[in-house]
């Protein structure tokens, strides 16, 4: 069986779905919507107009920064509810967001947002909000809108279930020539990762959802099909993270299909309970027709030689 899945996140989650990264994903999924490059903050805010042509640039249609802007991925995922919904906060951190002078938020994006014309209308119109220079106003932000989120998916997306795909910015990096450069004790990162595992935290204890866990210190491989980056890591990390989200599916799927026949056999047990009690009303009535039958059987020998009885006293007036 294929499993529809929805992304929201980085492509720390997105190439677990890239053939080229694995090779076997579409035996076991179909991903069907993805929202890249944004901000849990940004998507939960009233959309923004824009013209398409406006974010063009070097001659190609943004769909990052049209989604950005239009939020159109929340309708997708309720118009068509994945099987699966799998989030990761990576983007919190490298982007952070950009609050317009009306109140309204959108992603910073300053890999793409830059290079079109829709910039040049809000860049001077707007202030950039990280979590590393004001955690305490952004946390408050971020809360939020996953409070928003996941009451969202709540009356929209019942049937999806939720994966939180936790990672970490690489702390050691496998270099082309297979040496490895060790940056563990590197205090900006060290200070990352613990933003992002206070992110993770956040939607961890406070929604039901499964977990795909960071189990080691992946190596950044600096021959990454997208490059160098501390979120492109080696292979043993698509293969572990591949293999624990299969386990998390087989898992739900029994856990669907136990309850479902647990659900069925419980309605055995209550057809059953109405056939006996139905049994039970039948006998009585059944007892209550015999005693019927009795009496009048009774009542019709008394009439019987009563009537006798006067036909007998006739005969003899006569």
């Given at each position: 069986m294929v499993f529809t899945v929805g992304v929201f996140g980085s492509c720390v989650s997105r190439d677990l779905f890239n053939s080229?990264?694995?090779?076997?994903?579409?035996t076991f999924f179909q991903i069907i919507s993805y929202s890249q490059r944004t901000s849990i903050i940004s998507l939960m805010q009233n959309n923004i107009k824009f013209d398409e042509k406006d974010i063009i640039?070097?001659?190609?249609?943004?769909?990052?920064?049209r989604y950005d802007l239009s939020k159109c991925w929340l309708s997708e995922i309720a118009?068509?509810?994945?099987?699966?919904?799998i989030m990761d906060v990576i983007y919190e951190l490298i982007f952070g967001i950009?609050?317009?002078?009306?109140?309204n938020i959108i992603t910073n994006n300053y890999w793409d947002l830059p290079k079109t014309k829709f910039y040049e209308t809000i860049k001077d119109k707007s202030t950039a909000l990280t979590i590393i220079e004001d955690s305490k106003t952004y946390f408050k932000l971020y809360e939020e809108s996953i409070d928003l989120f996941f009451n969202f998916l709540k009356n929209n997306c019942q049937s999806s279930k939720i994966i939180l795909n936790s990672a970490r910015y690489a702390t050691k990096i496998?270099?082309?020539?297979?040496?490895?450069?060790?940056?563990?004790g590197n205090s900006y990162l060290l200070n990352v990762n613990s933003y992002i595992e206070d992110l993770e935290l956040y939607i961890e204890n406070n929604y039901d959802v499964e977990i795909m866990y960071f189990g080691r210190d992946y190596l950044a491989d600096e021959s990454h099909i997208w490059g160098s980056g501390r979120t492109h890591y080696e292979k043993s990390y698509y293969s572990d993270k591949f293999n624990q989200l299969k386990h998390i599916v087989e898992f739900d799927n029994i856990s669907k299909n136990y309850q479902f026949l647990t659900d069925k056999n419980l309605n055995y047990e209550k057809e059953i309970e109405q056939l006996l009690f139905q049994q039970k009303i039948l006998k009585?009535?059944?007892?209550?027709?015999?005693?019927?039958?009795?009496?009048?059987?009774?009542?019709?020998?008394?009439?019987r030689k009563e009537n006798m009885f006067l036909k007998k006293k006739l005969g003899e007036n006569l």
């Open positions: 080229q990264i694995v090779p076997n994903y579409k640039f070097e001659n190609n249609y943004n769909d990052s920064i118009n068509n509810p994945p099987d699966y919904i950009l609050i317009l002078d009306d109140g496998l270099k082309k020539d297979k040496t490895i450069v060790d940056e563990s009585e009535k059944l007892i209550k027709i015999r005693d019927q039958k009795k009496f009048y059987c009774k009542n019709n020998g008394v009439l």
